[in-house]
């Protein structure tokens, strides 16, 4: 009787985590990986929950085998039964089959990311023109601003391109389909381009007055021969990026000051010297404050560079990778942004000298990013660190030091230590350009102070690329315990392969959460999450 009681009980109340309700407001915050486990619990999980293992998909790249075969693909009726859950689909530039075999399923996909640009793409940018808000057509990284002009190429030059993979634009009539997709689509807010090639006045006028309703635009490459009509303002961008653009400079500048509400300015013309200054002056007559600017890979003068700094007084992000930074810039750093700046990249500038990076840590106690190339180990040491609320440093600690190896190592790691909040933390080159390489003093082993860093218990992102380090198996227990929120470690374990396998065999048995990827590419989003 009492077996029975018990029985009725429960159905009349239930596991809240039985319940659809509770479980739908659960979904949203698990992560995919989660939510595979979650879905082999029991038949009410499963059903509950499997929309949300198919919001987020990628179409990974064909995988070639040893035995020459071609690895297996998503399953096609998988996604085609899930298809209307799916909100973010992002596809490979070889998954463009798979797209036309599961289109007439996705029916409210609002974020799409496009490896290749073919007509099989067409049908999913018209049936899913009222959901799609995020467009983003991966750059060709073949592609260059110094290609010739479509109109010099021949037609079988363009043929040849196109088969070695090296193709710089659309055909015009699928330049023109493709446009026509995008002009229709109402609710876009965010566009990524490229390849489409645009060159007819017309055409360009009318992509130009269709941009007005965007927060970002980036156009890269050959996406926009021509120039935007000046007589368009386009109060609505927020982000503007021009990504080795084909378009003149004068052109190029044009457009950014068209954009009166700017918060992000990414100009990157590899190689090239682009007027900041001028862009500068602008902005302190009036624009928005701008808060991120990137100017990755241009030859601007370290004179022009400050100048323009001493007027985006209200500056939060600088990417300089790869420019002529220098002191000059350091100084408008100090004297204008060292309450405001959060983040500094200046790999791979030859001005960014240890002393001048140093320097800036010591003063800006604003910084919660900083990348540079290598900090010598007196400079550190002569110099305490203000910026105590850091959450990601990437730089290299190299020698001399008057002090002992092993004292040398302890003090740079106390001084690691302190930055409590770290999230990411790179000894290494962090994916750098350079060719050269530098050798770190540290050798990550807890014998001379690795353990001192077990304060850093936020800690999600462990970088050694490209250094020398005596890490074993005691080493990576302690990264285990000391770093619980550890998710990806970028480096190879060990110059053994065997060793290597054993110790990725290991982390994967006590702690599958934790990646490791043997190589670092460079990447960076606009500004930190």
Same mark, same amino acid.
């Given at each position: 009787?009492?077996?029975?009681?018990?029985?009725? =009980?429960?159905?009349?109340?239930?596991?809240? +985590?039985?319940?659809?309700?509770?479980?739908?407001?659960?979904?949203?915050?698990?992560?995919? =990986?989660?939510?595979?486990?979650?879905?082999?619990?029991?038949?009410?999980?499963?059903?509950?929950?499997?929309?949300?293992?198919?919001?987020?998909?990628?179409?990974?790249?064909?995988?070639?085998?040893?035995?020459?075969?071609?690895?297996? %693909?998503?399953?096609?009726?998988? @996604?085609?039964?899930? $298809?209307?859950?799916?909100?973010?689909?992002?596809?490979?530039?070889?998954?463009?089959?798979?797209?036309?075999?599961?289109?007439?399923?996705?029916? *409210?996909?609002?974020?799409?990311?496009?490896?290749?640009?073919?007509?099989?793409?067409?049908?999913?940018?018209?049936?899913?023109?009222?959901t799609l808000t995020r467009l983003e057509m991966i750059p060709n990284p073949h592609s260059s601003s110094s290609s010739p002009s479509p109109s010099t190429l021949t037609q079988s030059y363009q043929r040849t391109l196109s088969v070695l993979g090296y193709s710089q634009i659309l055909p015009r009539s699928e330049s023109t389909a493709l446009l026509g997709a995008i002009l229709n689509l109402p609710?876009?807010?965010?566009?990524?381009?490229?390849?489409?090639?645009?060159?007819?006045?017309? =055409?360009?006028? &009318?992509?130009?007055?269709?941009?007005?309703?965007?927060?970002?635009?980036?156009?890269?490459?050959?996406?926009?021969? $021509?120039?935007?009509?000046?007589?368009?303002?386009?109060? /609505?961008?927020?982000?503007? /990026?021009?990504?080795? &653009?084909?378009?003149?400079?004068?052109?190029?500048?044009? @457009?950014? #000051?068209?954009?009166?509400?700017?918060?992000?300015?990414?100009?990157?013309?590899?190689?090239?010297?682009?007027?900041?200054? *001028?862009?500068?002056?602008?902005?302190? /007559?009036?624009?928005?404050?701008?808060? #991120?600017?990137?100017?990755?890979?241009?030859?601007?003068?370290?004179?022009?560079? *400050?100048?323009?700094?001493? %007027?985006?007084? %209200?500056?939060?992000?600088?990417?300089?990778?790869?420019?002529?930074?220098g002191p000059l810039s350091k100084k408008a750093i100090i004297d204008v942004l060292r309450s405001t700046l959060e983040v500094l990249d200046v790999v791979d500038c030859s001005g960014a000298t240890s002393e001048v990076v140093t320097e800036i840590m010591s003063l800006c106690w604003s910084l919660k990013s900083i990348s540079a190339d290598s900090l010598r180990v007196l400079d550190v040491l002569?110099?305490?660190?203000?910026?105590?609320?850091?959450?990601?440093?990437?730089?290299?600690?190299?020698?001399?030091?008057?002090?002992?190896?092993?004292?040398?190592?302890?003090?740079?790691?106390?001084?690691?230590?302190?930055?409590? %909040?770290?999230?990411?933390? /790179?000894? $290494?080159?962090?994916?750098?350009?350079?060719?050269?390489?530098?050798?770190?003093?540290?050798?990550?082993?807890?014998?001379?102070?690795?353990?001192?860093?077990?304060?850093?218990?936020? @800690?999600?992102?462990?970088?050694?690329?490209?250094?020398?380090?005596?890490?074993?198996?005691?080493?990576?227990?302690?990264?285990?315990?000391?770093?619980?929120? +550890?998710?990806?470690?970028?480096?190879?374990?060990? *110059?053994?392969?065997?060793?290597?396998?054993?110790?990725?065999?290991?982390?994967?048995?006590? =702690?599958?959460?934790?990646?490791?990827?043997?190589? @670092?590419?460079?990447?960076? &989003? &606009?500004?930190?999450?």
């Amino acid at each position: 009787m009492a077996t029975t009681n018990q029985q009725q =009980q429960h159905k009349t109340n239930p596991n809240p +985590l039985l319940l659809p309700e509770i479980l739908w407001q659960i979904g949203p915050l698990l992560d995919q =990986q989660h939510i595979a486990h979650c879905v082999l619990a029991c038949r009410t999980w499963n059903a509950t929950l499997t929309p949300f293992l198919f919001q987020r998909v990628s179409l990974p790249r064909k995988k070639l085998l040893p035995n020459g075969k071609y690895g297996t %693909r998503p399953m096609i009726t998988a @996604l085609q039964r899930n $298809g209307a859950h799916i909100r973010h689909l992002i596809c490979s530039p070889d998954s463009n089959t798979i797209l036309r075999q599961i289109t007439p399923q996705c029916t *409210a996909v609002e974020t799409l990311v496009l490896g290749k640009i073919t007509p099989e793409v067409l049908p999913i940018l018209r049936l899913c023109r009222d959901t799609l808000t995020r467009l983003e057509m991966i750059p060709n990284p073949h592609s260059s601003s110094s290609s010739p002009s479509p109109s010099t190429l021949t037609q079988s030059y363009q043929r040849t391109l196109s088969v070695l993979g090296y193709s710089q634009i659309l055909p015009r009539s699928e330049s023109t389909a493709l446009l026509g997709a995008i002009l229709n689509l109402p609710h876009l807010d965010h566009l990524i381009l490229d390849y489409l090639g645009l060159r007819d006045p017309a =055409q360009v006028l &009318s992509f130009f007055e269709y941009c007005k309703r965007l927060t970002t635009l980036e156009l890269h490459n050959n996406a926009i021969f $021509g120039q935007a009509p000046h007589e368009i303002e386009f109060n /609505s961008l927020q982000s503007l /990026s021009l990504i080795d &653009s084909s378009m003149q400079i004068a052109d190029q500048m044009m @457009l950014f #000051l068209q954009c009166p509400s700017l918060d992000n300015v990414i100009w990157k013309k590899y190689g090239a010297t682009i007027p900041i200054q *001028a862009l500068s002056r602008a902005w302190s /007559s009036g624009l928005r404050p701008l808060k #991120l600017l990137d100017v990755t890979n241009v030859k601007v003068p370290d004179e022009d560079l *400050a100048e323009a700094l001493a %007027r985006f007084t %209200r500056l939060e992000n600088l990417i300089a990778r790869d420019t002529l930074f220098g002191p000059l810039s350091k100084k408008a750093i100090i004297d204008v942004l060292r309450s405001t700046l959060e983040v500094l990249d200046v790999v791979d500038c030859s001005g960014a000298t240890s002393e001048v990076v140093t320097e800036i840590m010591s003063l800006c106690w604003s910084l919660k990013s900083i990348s540079a190339d290598s900090l010598r180990v007196l400079d550190v040491l002569e110099n305490k660190w203000v910026c105590g609320d850091l959450e990601e440093l990437r730089v290299v600690f190299i020698g001399p030091s008057m002090m002992s190896k092993v004292a040398t190592q302890l003090a740079i790691y106390n001084r690691i230590a302190a930055l409590k %909040r770290l999230r990411l933390l /790179s000894l $290494g080159r962090y994916g750098s350009t350079s060719r050269w390489s530098v050798r770190s003093i540290l050798d990550l082993s807890l014998n001379n102070g690795l353990g001192l860093l077990a304060t850093l218990t936020e @800690l999600r992102e462990f970088d050694f690329c490209q250094m020398y380090h005596n890490i074993g198996i005691e080493e990576l227990k302690f990264m285990v315990k000391s770093w619980p929120r +550890l998710e990806v470690i970028h480096g190879i374990l060990s *110059a053994d392969k065997d060793r290597t396998a054993f110790m990725e065999s290991y982390l994967q048995h006590v =702690q599958p959460n934790i990646r490791v990827k043997h190589n @670092l590419k460079y990447h960076r &989003s &606009s500004g930190r999450d």
